[in-house]
């Protein structure tokens, strides 16, 4: 089945500067390859999505890459805000999904 | 308000005493999924169910069972629960499988459970 590796597990910030998450994934049957946000107490909330017919996909200080042959797939935040601390999960799909084991951002003041 | 309704949202439980967490969603998805999240190993998923009486292992289905007989609702099943179930389970649903690419996984805001 598949395997995703996300690193870092914690990263931590500072406000208005950018922060880089990295997934690796084994199967290259998979084809989707959606980033989770999860708030504390909440369930977690789709904030990109990427397929594997596209390398990168931008939605405002968000964005994702995607290297198919390499295997592995990141999300990128720009100009960081107090609000975009939470755990970041990334996932890939082949049929259902797999998770990576998330990465705690902290955004300092 | 498209939601995805998970109870309870917390319980704590004695071990063998069989319990049900239900789920149920409003949009008329297809698609529906348990996952348990432990800290440090991330979302793993239970069961997920591809539509009305279809229902199937994930990657962690031991000590669980599901049934999906409406389409709106999936209920989570512990016959026997132990204190190594003690987790954080969420629901999910999409109007497709999430292979597809296409279509968003909706998830609730969770049950904690305490088995001891």
């Known amino acids: 089945g598949e395997n995703v590796e996300q690193h870092p597990s914690t990263l931590s910030v500072q406000e208005g500067d950018s922060a880089v998450i990295k997934c690796t994934y084994s199967d290259s049957a998979s084809n989707y390859f959606p980033w989770y946000k999860q708030e504390l107490g909440k369930g977690p909330q789709l904030i990109i999505d990427?397929?594997?017919?596209?390398g990168e996909k931008k939605d405002q200080r968000i964005a994702v890459t995607l290297n198919k042959t390499a295997k592995h797939f990141s999300l990128h935040i720009t100009e960081t805000q107090p609000e975009d601390s939470a755990v970041y999960f990334c996932?890939?799909?082949?049929?259902?999904?797999?998770f990576g084991k998330g990465t705690h951002l902290i955004i300092q003041p | 308000e498209a939601q995805v309704t998970q109870n309870p949202r917390y319980l704590i439980t004695v071990t063998g005493k069989k319990l049900t967490v239900t789920c149920s969603q409003n949009?008329?998805?297809?698609?529906m999924s348990w996952y348990r999240q432990d800290p440090g190993l991330g979302l793993r998923q239970i069961y997920y169910s591809m539509n009305v009486e279809v229902t199937d292992k994930g990657d962690v289905p031991e000590g669980y069972k599901v049934s999906r007989k409406e389409k709106r609702n999936f209920p989570l099943i512990l016959e026997s629960p132990s204190p190594n179930q003690t987790s954080l389970y969420f629901c999910?649903?999409?109007?497709?499988?999430?292979?597809?690419?296409?279509?968003?996984?909706?998830f609730g805001p969770g049950t904690r459970l305490t088995v001891t």
């Open positions: 999910a649903s999409s109007l497709k499988p999430p292979g597809t690419g296409i279509y968003e996984q909706y």
């Open positions: 949009m008329n998805h297809e698609y």
């Open positions: 990427i397929r594997s017919n596209v």
């Open positions: 996932a890939a799909s082949d049929d259902g999904l797999t």
